[in-house]
């Protein structure tokens, strides 16, 4: 049986069983401020298991795309040492919201298991929760009867609270599950040793396949656990398990998810499958990565250096090092990998051809970066080396090389080996230890347990129409950071306030009391379907009827910004070409950002363009026109763009300005003619293929046209000329060029006359012809006076040193035979005697430079150096 078929018969088993099949929901998390990732088949439903919302089939199955390589459930590291362990996988499931129970999951489960799929029932274990004392929790027996009604009473096994015990965070809604596991050992192991005994054992052949969590009950944030109003079935099968189990292989890795790109692998990098172990974790690794990468690209993520695109980067990286250290890859190949995967998936999620080219540009320059920066980290390494006086390397300059560098701590260790070094392994663990610690407490958030004063499913957001209105607190907690201190979060049974979100942010303004008490709101945020307002005090009443008033500038501009975002997106397309797809976006109160699809630099021209597009629909005066309830079907008809990474419901809302229309849950202004005035401020690469434009309007951008227009008339006077100061300016430079040019020669010919006289002053000092001197140059004057030196001396050692607007330089040459032979390094040299001039520097061993903000100190580090080469043999 095929993966295809696999899927397919599991989502077409439950819609006979009358669940809703929904599409899965993108993999990076948009709006959800407590998750990165999509790491469960259950996030996209949170709001339903939390009663925020009502779902419109209580019956539902999907194919989830998942990530597991951040926070609680972290398996990065095991990926790739395994064969079952994964940072992508696909998780099967169905659920049920307050409908069907334990009965039914339990006995459809089975059904599927071994009437449709056919596994041999004699390979299949269950595992029941035991209860907890800690929770006062007695044995999951409703569960254990069911299972006892369909299997022997000895496949029944008693989990305890880690394994069979499901919950969604500290807090919120949880309850016990029951686990299916799968013998898949031949019949002469499972004689010598029974299955049982290796369930949850990590065993490789003795795996979970399926998990069917009870949900009913919410634990508060004390700890304490109460019964749910509704009772949910939430469940979820590994796919990539299951296939493993269906098409009777032993390894994940050797099911047609994977074996397609693991022949590609093979076929790039020439290294073979199965034949050495450091071999097939390496292939392993990069056959499951390129599937995170790629999905998570697909769904509007690029690599970058914080949050979640600092995850995608940490992700392909550790592919790329497994590849260039155990594959012998030294240029990119793993974006080659992309068309397969595309092929193989693409069916199943259209996202993956449909981005199919921004995969494998973003890859293939993240690939090229850090390739580059792996050969950076070689070069270090041996200077961490050169500076070692034992054989065990410092572990807090190896954590450094890791940090600052990104250079891998198990490449640092397998070089150290090769070399005859060893890591100080537990000085890099503290180092990195410290500094989680550090990012943990920066980000931990402690929440109370929300106090409801009323029930209402669905807090009405009614700030399309109205910046001001009557409402009343339907609950509220208080949340601590570091951060932020002490915070609370207020939710009303109706608001003006938008909540951040498609790029927009979060309004401001305030509560107004009957009394006159005011609290102001400092932000706006959604979560788990409901509008959260941040305040930092709480009102004194709670059960009162206040008024909520927005920030009336602050919604302007931001709306200003917004629509300018829809023209932009028109404007790039109209001028670009239709390929042009935005790829994400902020939308501030005094500025917006663009990131948009498109293979190369934009020209001056086309960037006026661009602008005069805008503007000429801003002088349009175009009427905004919004339909708030339109079927996505009808919409999409209409030509209404829709947002990269978004997950729409059944029904859309549209905003419309003359020919641009989209999909959009933001805030916009009346008539384009409100905006005034659009200005692109920059553009500029994000990744490959991707651009990102930055812009203003409304009173920023009058503000900026004032600034330049005053920078213009100040730099007329400065000028002393009321002429064309560009014509000024140039003639300026040429000048400047002009005397630059003969400067430098002056101080060419300075060097020169110098050299001979430096000549004549060396010491013979242990056959190393050394000499330590200030001078009065330049930097690049020095550093051509130390080759010319260097092409006539041999064994030559100089140092340096010149002093220049209060401030130092050192600059060392060794030539490299000596550096050779004696062990000298001119980089670790000015980095020692640099401290003298209360600086430091650093090179190659032959050439280096340090800079100081002590002149006073060259005397010292001249003196030092000479000590140096005495203590040289």
Known sequence: MTSQEVRLQFLNFFKEKNHKIVPSAPMVMKDDPTLMFTNAGMNQFKEFF?????????????????????????????????????????????????????????????????????????????????????????????????????????RIIMGNKKDNF??????????????????????????????????????????????????????????????????????????????????????????????????????????????????????????????????????GQLPSNTGAGYVIRRILRRAIRYGFTFLETKQPFIYRLVNVLSERMGKAFPELPKNHQLIENVIKEEENSFLSTLEQGLVLLDSVIASSKSKTIDGEKAFELYDT?????????????????????????????AQKDRSRAASEVSKDDWTVLQQDAEQEFVGYDTLESNVKLVKYRKVSSKKEGDQYQLVFNLTPFYAEGGGQVGDKGYLEAPNGDVVYIVDTKKENNEIVHFAEDLPKDVSGTFKAVVDKEQRFHTACNHTATHLLHQALREILGT???????????????????????????????????????IAGQLPFEENRSIPIKDAMEQGA????????????????????????????????????????????????????????????????????????????????????????????QEENASLRKQVEQLLKDKAKGLKNDLIAELKDINGIQFLGKKVDLDAGGIKDLAFEMGGQVTNLFLLLASENDGKAILSCYISKDLASNKGLNAGNIVRELGKHIQGGGGGQPFFATAGGKNPSGIPAALANAEELVRATR
């Open 405 to 433: 560098f990104g250079f891998p701590i198990d490449l640092t260790s397998l070089i150290l080996q090769e070399k005859g070094y060893q890591l100080d392994v537990e000085g890099f663990e503290k180092a990195l230890k």
């Open 50 to 154: 939390l009663g925020n919302s009502i779902p419109k089939s209580k019956r539902v199955t999907d194919t989830q795309k998942c990530l597991r390589v951040s926070g609680k459930h972290n398996d990065l590291e095991e990926v790739g040492k395994d064969t079952y362990h994964h940072t992508m996988f696909e998780m099967l499931g169905n659920w049920s919201f307050g409908d069907y129970f334990k009965k039914e999951a339990i006995q459809w489960a089975w059904e599927l298991l071994t009437e449709v799929y056919k596994i041999d029932k004699d390979s299949l274990y269950v595992s029941v929760f035991e209860g907890s004392d800690d929770d006062n929790l007695e044995l999951d027996q409703e569960a254990y009867d069911l299972w006892k009604a369909i299997v022997p009473e000895d």
């Open 166 to 299: 499901w919950e969604m965070g500290d807090q919120g809604p949880c309850g016990p599950c029951s686990e299916i596991h799968v013998d898949l050992r031949s019949k002469e192991e499972k004689a010598k040793v029974p299955g049982a005994s290796l369930v949850n054992q990590d065993d490789p052949l003795v795996v979970e396949i399926w998990n069917l969590v009870f949900i009913q009950y919410n634990r508060k944030a004390n700890g304490s656990l109460e019964d749910l109003p509704e009772k949910h079935i939430d469940t979820g099968m590994g796919f990539e398990r299951l296939c493993m189990v269906l098409q009777n292989v032993k390894s994940n890795y050797d099911t047609d998810v994977f074996t397609p790109l693991i022949r590609e692998i093979e076929t790039i990098t020439g290294h073979k499958y199965g034949k050495k172990e450091e071999t097939n974790i390496a292939i392993r690794v990069v056959a499951d990565h390129i599937r995170a990468v790629a999905f998570a690209i697909a769904d």
């Open 579 to 617: 390929h042009v797809e935005q790829k994400g976006s902020a939308v501030h109160s005094k500025y917006l950002r663009f990131d948009f699809s498109h293979f190369s630099k934009m020209t001056p021209v086309e960037l006026r363009d661009v602008e005069n597009f805008v503007n000429a629909r």
């Open 641 to 732: 763009m829709a947002l990269f990474g978004e997950k729409y419901g059944d029904t859309v809302r549209t905003v419309r300005f003359g020919q641009s229309i989209e999909l959009c849950g933001g805030t916009h202004v009346k008539n384009t003619a409100d905006i005034w005035h659009f200005k692109i401020v920059s553009e500029g690469a994000v990744a490959a293929g991707i651009r990102r434009i930055e812009a203003i309007t409304s009173e920023a951008a009058k503000e900026f046209f004032f600034k330049n227009n005053q920078m213009l008339f100040e730099i007329k006077d400065v000028l002393n000329t009321s002429q064309d100061p560009v014509k000024a300016v140039v003639s300026l």
